[in-house]
């Protein structure tokens, strides 16, 4: 077996030659409800998982027994699968010491092309545009200034990434229980278009969560307001991404099956392995540990695929461990294993993009405060440079207790002899 410190070993395999076309009896879309072979492979591993069916213990598996399958990809992600978010509680801190036209900054975001920016968070829940509105709820509102808005926006465009921006949801007439306030939203939107500004629209985060609970039935109604506003105010970026819920499955199902299909673009979730107070360093390379991501983006996927077939599944929020990271673990080489299993794992099930929080801050931070690249950063670039969209069939990708976990993808053009990462 293949290993690495005595611990699992975890890595893509990167295929050169000429890849064919995605073949209808392969394409993940089919998931729910489905045929083939690979859909039939994910809803088993579904069914043992809500059946709390033990496994049979750690799996070893050597190299010369991995089957790989190049006739055709299971499926394709988008070429901005590998994407970033920025903290929406920065905007507060002025952007927290980020020098978006720092050289250094730029050249680090370039690396990661394509790839969209999304600034968004708990906190954007509290952001207001250029406004001295009162507080509405129990936490102090902060102000975001149009030159902010526009510093974020002119470094988007300079180091070539799309951005996606969260609206504050929680602006409500009356507060908490009435409908969505839009006034601050529109001012926004309307600036954006008179600065000629392309920008993608979430509105809400983790709303599953909120202290005071808003039905899904009717945070769904906010998203109609919300398109309305788009074509109004004229936009330039017209998708709409969410709910960007936090775990909780039958509050996401509920409030997609309330939209009418075609309306999101993308529907989201986050996902993190646990808290960052409570994370140990085994749990980077513990397979349950990485299992239980399997089971979550199955749930996701198939809900999505089932109520709203026309958007792409997006991961809007991951990294390792929430609340800014583990200490001296989210920022270091072992945190690697959890990366690049989430990236393996989440093209296989269909995920189109994958959102890594955060570019620079925490510890879960692909940069640090000082602006130096953590070794998840030198991780996404090779991920960048190497991995291409199409992803192909490992026999027991999916497979519980692997200790040898291997995903493969056809290699970026221009494609060359086999490469290992």
Same mark, same amino acid.
């Given at each position: 077996?293949?290993?690495?410190?005595?611990?699992? @070993?975890?890595?893509?395999?990167?295929?050169?030659?000429?890849?064919?076309?995605? &073949?209808?009896?392969?394409?993940?879309?089919?998931?729910?409800?489905?045929?083939?072979?690979?859909?039939?492979?994910?809803?088993?591993?579904?069914?043992?998982?809500?059946?709390?069916?033990?496994?049979?213990?750690?799996?070893?598996?050597?190299?010369?027994?991995?089957?790989?399958?190049?006739?055709?990809?299971?499926?394709?992600?988008?070429?901005?699968?590998?994407?970033?978010?920025?903290?929406?509680?920065?905007?507060?801190?002025?952007?927290?010491?980020?020098? @978006?036209?720092?050289?250094?900054?730029?050249?680090?975001?370039?690396?990661?092309?394509?790839?969209?920016?999304?600034?968004?968070?708990?906190?954007?829940?509290?952001?207001?545009?250029?406004?001295?509105?009162?507080?509405?709820?129990?936490?102090?509102?902060?102000?975001?200034?149009?030159?902010?808005?526009?510093?974020?926006?002119?470094?988007?465009?300079?180091?070539?990434?799309?951005?996606?921006?969260?609206?504050?949801?929680?602006?409500?007439?009356?507060?908490?229980?009435?409908?969505?306030?839009?006034?601050?939203?529109?001012?926004?939107?309307?600036?954006?278009?008179?600065?000629?500004?392309?920008?993608?629209?979430?509105?809400?985060?983790?709303?599953?969560?909120?202290?005071?609970?808003?039905?899904?039935?009717?945070?769904?109604?906010?998203?109609?307001?919300?398109?309305?506003?788009?074509?109004?105010?004229?936009?330039?970026?017209?998708?709409?991404?969410?709910?960007?819920?936090?775990?909780?499955?039958?509050?996401?199902?509920?409030?997609?099956?309330?939209?009418?299909?075609?309306?999101?673009?993308?529907?989201?979730?986050?996902?993190?392995?646990?808290?960052?107070?409570?994370?140990?360093?085994?749990?980077?390379?513990?397979?349950?540990?990485?299992?239980?991501?399997?089971?979550?983006?199955? &749930?996701?996927?198939? &809900? &999505?695929?089932?109520?709203?077939?026309?958007?792409?599944?997006?991961?809007?929020?991951?990294?390792?461990?929430?609340?800014?990271?583990?200490?001296?673990?989210?920022?270091?080489?072992?945190?690697?294993?959890?990366?690049?299993?989430?990236?393996?794992?989440?093209?296989?099930?269909?995920?189109?993009?994958?959102?890594?929080?955060?570019?620079?801050?925490?510890?879960?931070?692909?940069?640090?405060?000082?602006?130096?690249?953590?070794?998840?950063?030198?991780?996404?670039?090779?991920?960048?440079?190497?991995?291409?969209?199409?992803?192909?069939?490992?026999?027991?990708?999916?497979?519980?207790?692997?200790?040898?976990?291997?995903?493969?993808?056809?290699?970026?053009?221009?494609?060359?002899?086999?490469?290992?990462?």
């Amino acid at each position: 077996m293949t290993r690495v410190c005595g611990f699992l @070993f975890s890595l893509i395999l990167v295929c050169g030659g000429v890849c064919k076309d995605i &073949s209808e009896e392969w394409r993940l879309q089919n998931i729910c409800p489905g045929s083939g072979r690979l859909c039939a492979r994910i809803h088993e591993v579904q069914a043992r998982i809500e059946q709390k069916l033990p496994t049979q213990g750690k799996r070893k598996l050597t190299i010369d027994q991995i089957v790989l399958n190049v006739s055709a990809p299971i499926s394709e992600v988008d070429p901005q699968f590998l994407s970033v978010t920025i903290d929406a509680g920065d905007i507060s801190r002025n952007w927290s010491g980020i020098t @978006f036209t720092a050289q250094r900054i730029i050249n680090m975001a370039r690396g990661l092309t394509p790839a969209m920016l999304r600034v968004g968070g708990t906190s954007g829940d509290f952001l207001i545009f250029n406004s001295s509105t009162e507080e509405t709820v129990q936490r102090t509102n902060f102000t975001m200034t149009p030159q902010q808005w526009d510093e974020v926006n002119k470094f988007v465009e300079t180091v070539g990434w799309d951005f996606v921006f969260g609206l504050n949801a929680l602006l409500r007439t009356p507060y908490p229980n009435g409908s969505w306030d839009s006034d601050n939203a529109r001012m926004l939107l309307s600036y954006s278009t008179s600065r000629n500004y392309t920008v993608q629209w979430e509105l809400g985060n983790e709303p599953d969560l909120w202290g005071t609970p808003i039905p899904a039935a009717d945070h769904a109604k906010d998203f109609l307001t919300l398109q309305d506003l788009v074509v109004q105010e004229k936009t330039l970026g017209q998708m709409l991404v969410g709910p960007d819920v936090a775990e909780i499955l039958d509050y996401f199902t509920k409030f997609i099956e309330s939209l009418p299909h075609g309306l999101l673009n993308a529907t989201t979730y986050h996902h993190y392995y646990g808290r960052g107070d409570e994370a140990k360093l085994s749990q980077c390379y513990d397979v349950e540990v990485l299992d239980s991501f399997i089971h979550e983006a199955v &749930s996701f996927q198939a &809900s &999505s695929v089932a109520l709203q077939p026309k958007a792409s599944m997006w991961l809007g929020e991951t990294s390792s461990f929430s609340g800014g990271g583990a200490p001296s673990i989210s920022d270091t080489f072992v945190a690697g294993f959890m990366w690049l299993d989430k990236l393996g794992i989440a093209a296989v099930i269909g995920h189109k993009r994958v959102f890594r929080q955060d570019f620079i801050g925490g510890s879960y931070s692909l940069l640090d405060a000082e602006q130096n690249p953590l070794p998840d950063y030198w991780l996404s670039l090779l991920y960048k440079k190497l991995v291409g969209t199409r992803v192909l069939f490992v026999k027991d990708s999916l497979e519980l207790g692997r200790q040898l976990r291997i995903y493969a993808h056809c290699a970026k053009p221009p494609a060359g002899f086999p490469v290992w990462l």
